[in-house]
């Protein structure tokens, strides 16, 4: 049926002769591509080599003995951080490609053995002594490093998770929701101020154009991060009168990153300023409600729900409608 | 049947037919721009994003309504009779039917969440019934029917996929209970029945090729290929035939075995030949995927090697060969090739690949004060949690 279409768009004139030639060409020649299945296929097997390798390790540390592994794990960081940089583009402050396809995996392997190296060298030897900062720092600033100068997402994203180390806390929103430490003031306070340096560092990556399209991994991460990390806040410090302070915090953030959205037309990020928003006010509403109504108020209480979420949705749908129609007009 | 409006539909998939061409370069801009107003389509399609907002926000709209109804009406105890969930779930139907054809949502979240909802009340109501009118034989049997025939009509009128998968697995359950009713004879022949039924199932919905339901007939001949699959597989068998004759999980003998075992190994292969030969992305990858079930079901009851050895060869096996392959599909053999496909909106714009990467290697603790786990172990289970994707 695929000819037809373009056959009868032909008769009917909307193609034009040329472009028609060139649809024929195309499916002359049709090609099956199992290019995301190969590459998932590497990413797999750079996860089970790594996996393996490091369990592989762990049960033999008594019989290899440590000289042994760390010079195995440091041979393959540094061939493959030798071919990286033998085969690597030149630096530069946009999106530099990756030269070919192994390249991407071979780098991310090298990266993840050389964080397990550190780790290896200080649980063994206590290379840093006691200074776990320092023992974490480390890994962290080479991950930095690596993603830059070779511009690897996957292994900005680690570089992130680092830095969450260095600081004492662990992200990515799994991790944020499953382990859900949130019971301590200085723990909610490190996450605020990490989501907050998240949050800066994506401000300058745009305004000085380092790497733009690393963008989005700080951004996420930190919109997430602080926001989870204001609520939490919120709910820890519940029955002192400053906990409407983070609420109000907490919506500055919201008209923040919901300027930023309107700016990179990025629907996701208006999208996530609007629902966390709205569940913080929600959640104000109801402990107002709950104080001056008692129990009376749960059915006043849904109809503002249903009330709102509807609201909601038409909100949402104009929005998207805005931003297409903006799109239009590049 | 369908609800939606024909034309539009018709026109709809002139349309994305025609999406990647102008990226690709096959056609100009302006052409696909008159194209696009000359087969206009009026249907409410939000992207991704927008969707997922939508049907958040649609269900939370829902469930607390519900919760309003049944409040209120609490005091009458109308709530503890199966008509309940059936009334709700009739009143979902109706605003779906009229927001569908009022506002022209296409799957935008709004009627998914809905449909859902009226499609869980209203089985969930029929089951009750079912489970209170106390028959004794075939409840399942007659459970499985309904449940299909309910997704079926959903399915036929708005072309859902999640209705149809629904639908495809409560047909399968059917035909499991009517066969298991036969007694022991149904039950010592149950998996060539279900490889009957998964193939027959396969087959005519390969042969049907709806423009409205494309989608739909997709996940079904993927629910089909697993099934086969599953009747087959060594493990399923052996649980099934231990639950069926009471015996506890350490019998590991079935009844002429090695015909599950060359089914469990070779089937995935088949999967996979087939799918390189047909040019079927479907085939292929979930041949892929269910060659990894297989390894899985091997290693549960033979352990050739220790885990981690099994982990070092196979991501070194899986490196070579992937390797190789891409080294020997850099100029296209046989029409399969290794460039990217020529498709609007790939993976890579939406940037997964790196927030999964994230997320496998969050639990890398380089030197985390602790001496239970000091080095990157944890990626081992990097496979599995892409799936929080």
Redesign the interface.
Known sequence: ??PD?YSK?HT?G???DA?FE??RQ?QSN?????????KT???????????????????NIDTIGHQVILAFIALICIGCFTYCFKNKLPFSRAKVKAPN??FD?IL?LGS?SM??F???L??QYTV?GLN?GL??FI?MLFLFYIAYYFDH??????A???LA?WMGI???P??LLAYGTFNSRDIILTYVLFGAMLLAAAYLTKRFDIKKHFK??YH??GVHVTFIALLAGYFEFYNEALSVLWIVILLALAAYILWDAYQEKS??FI?LA??YSYFALACLLTRMLFATMREDS??FL??C??GS??G??FL??NI?KNLKRDDHLQ | MIIYNKLWLNNK??VD??KA?PI?????KE?FT??RA?YPVGF?I??L??S???F???C??AM??I??LS??TAATHIIESPGWPIFLGVICYVILELLTKDKHYFHSG?DNALLYYSAGLLGGGLLWIISKSNITTGDNLLSAIVICLLCIYLTLRFADVVTAAVAAVSAFASVYFFWAMMGTIGLATMPFVMMIAAAAMYYTFNKL?HLYYINCISIIKILSLITLYAAGNYYVVNSLNNILNHLDDSHIYVPYGFIFWIWTMLLPVAYVVLG?KK?NTML??TG?ILAGASVVTFRNYYHLL??????????????A???I??KR?KT?LN???????EQAGT?ESL?L?????????????????G?S???????????G?SD?F
């Open positions: 049926m695929e279409i768009l009917e909307y193609l034009s472009s060139k649809i195309k049709h090609l099956f591509s199992v290019h995301w299945e190969l296929l590497l990413s797999l097997g750079v996860m089970l080599l790594s996996g393996g390798l490091g369990i592989l390790v762990y049960k396809t192994g995996y991310l993840i964080v397990t550190i780790g290896y200080q649980y840093f776990y023992a974490t890994p997402l996957g292994i900005l994203s680690m992130i998770a680092a180390l662990s992200i990515t799994k991790t989005f991994s996420h991460y629907f996701y999208l609007i629902l749960i059915y849904f109809m729900f249903i979420a509807i909601l949705i949402l749908i998207n | 998939t002139v037919h025609l061409d690709a370069g096959h056609i100009t052409e008159k194209i000359a409410y939000p992207g994003l927008v997922a907002g939508l958040i926000l649609t939370i709209i607390v309504a919760g309003l409040l209120m709004v090729n390189l040019k292929l990858r892929l220790p885990i981690e050895v099994m982990l070092t060869l196979s991501g070194l096996i899986l490196l060969a992937s390797y392959t891409i599909l296209p029409g399969i090739t290794f460039a990217p496909p993976p940037n690949e790196g927030l999964i990467i994230g997320q496998a290697a969050s639990h890398l603790a380089p030197a985390a004060p001496p786990s000091p080095f990157g172990g944890g990626s081992g289970g990097g496979s949690s929080s």
